[in-house]
């Protein structure tokens, strides 16, 4: 899981709505995003919700994310790109084996890209197995280039444990 400050952060965006964290993110993130990214992407795409749990929890903590982001790197926010097609399990309590076999194919592309870059972004990656996934649908679709971006980082279950 990931520890301290961040995540009770990102938790409390995540499940709370409370969007007055906003500007500490920013904060974070003018300083992370002066970091290199290879190319500069052609669009930002933020891991999407499916869209009963988007309805449930009123925001999508991965797009606000992106929006911030967007102002710094200067890329556009797509939300229309990446889809997520069924309700997946909560990860929280997932092993990396079983998070990787709970998201495959779980996202659709919904345009052919031809030869675009994009960067993901999501809230926490613990095994990475959710923006895999929505990497290896967009490369499926024609993207060359996909860098990920998270704010924080969890611990494998699989870890924690040992």
């Known amino acids: ?60 903590q991965s797009e606000t994310i992106a929006h911030i982001a967007s102002h710094y790197i200067k890329s556009p926010v797509n939300t229309k790109l990446l889809k997520r097609t069924r309700a997946t399990q909560s990860q929280t309590m997932l092993t990396k084996n079983m998070r990787t076999k709970n998201v495959k ?24 197995a959710t923006v895999n996934e929505c990497a290896r649908t967009l490369i499926q679709n024609g993207a060359v280039a996909v860098e990920i971006f998270t704010l924080t980082r969890g611990m494998p279950l699989d870890y924690a444990c040992s």
Do not use: S
């Open 105 to 128: 194919d779980a996202f659709t592309c919904l345009e052919k890209i031809n030869n675009g870059r994009f960067l993901i972004v999501d809230d926490v990656m613990t095994t990475g």
């Open 1 to 60: 899981m990931a520890e301290g400050v961040p995540r009770a952060i990102v938790h409390q965006l995540k499940y709370n709505q409370h969007e007055y964290f906003e500007p500490l993110i920013e904060t974070w993130l003018n300083d992370i995003l002066k970091l290199d990214l290879n190319t500069r992407p052609h669009a930002i795409i933020p891991v999407p919700l499916y869209p009963v749990k988007q309805r449930e929890r009123g925001i999508n």
